[in-house]
């Protein structure tokens, strides 16, 4: 497959475990947050989002929280499964709500 | 439904020439950006189309140009290729382009040699 990021964070965790995966980012105008993941050989994946006006969402899954104060993302994943497996990316709409900036990435290994 | 299409899948170029890449988004959907991942930049902006004007540009150079037809099919341009330039590039759609609902393609993999 194609390599995403040959430096990426990784964060490996075992099957079963939860993940989370953590973002930091600078723009404090951001008003909408999205989580991606990214396998091999194909384009980003939408997971989950969040708007500003929130601190926390869930999904199937999935949860993401959102700390404005400190301008910090995090995604969690319960019960991490090999399938997981990717890379993972969070984006932010800045002052233009038509582009994404994207953080740098991290890497999730899930070991059987 | 159809995902978002991007052709071709991948391209291997010689410095100096110019390329096209083209996207086509999920139906009904007008807005079209244009990404570039790379394992040192990460993913950044290129451009957005809404019917078929470009109302937002990253910093790249004049080089990257873009285009979008009243289909809402785009296509992306980079003349003068430089290795540098190699690249994933993808697109993703959406219905507004409005912060939300952005799918994205499996990319074209272009390789400047």
């Known amino acids: 497959g194609e390599s995403v990021g040959l430096h990426l964070p990784t964060l490996s965790v075992q099957e079963g475990d939860n993940s989370i995966i953590n973002c930091a980012y600078s723009?404090?105008?951001?008003?909408?947050f999205i989580w991606y993941k990214q396998e091999s050989g194909k384009g980003p994946q939408f997971i989950i989002d969040?708007?500003?006006?929130?601190d926390k969402r869930q999904g199937q899954r999935v949860t993401v929280l959102l700390n404005k104060t400190v301008k910090h993302l995090s995604l969690q994943i319960a019960a991490t499964q090999p399938g997981d497996s990717a890379v993972y990316f969070c984006?932010?709409?800045?002052?233009?709500?038509?582009?994404?900036?994207f953080g740098g990435g991290t890497r999730l290994m899930v070991k059987p | 439904k159809a995902g978002v299409t991007q052709t071709p899948r991948y391209l291997i170029k010689t410095r100096g020439q110019q390329v096209t890449l083209s996207c086509s988004p999920i139906?009904?959907?007008?807005?079209v950006s244009w990404y570039q991942q790379t394992p040192g930049q990460g993913l950044q902006f290129l451009f957005e189309?809404?019917?078929?004007?470009?109302?937002n540009k990253g910093n790249f150079p004049g080089r990257f140009s873009g285009r979008q037809f009243s289909n809402s099919r785009s296509e992306m341009n980079v003349s003068t290729l430089e290795l540098g330039d190699s690249a994933l590039y993808l697109c993703?759609?959406?219905?507004?382009?409005?912060?939300?609902?952005?799918?994205f393609g499996s990319g074209t993999r272009l390789t400047v040699v």
């Open positions: 984006a932010e709409t800045g002052n233009a709500g038509n582009m994404l900036t």
């Open positions: 723009n404090s105008a951001s008003d909408y």
């Open positions: 139906s009904g959907h007008r807005s």
């Open positions: 969040i708007r500003s006006n929130m």
């Open positions: 189309y809404f019917s078929e004007t470009q109302r």
């Open positions: 993703a759609s959406s219905l507004s382009g409005q912060g939300a609902g952005y799918t």
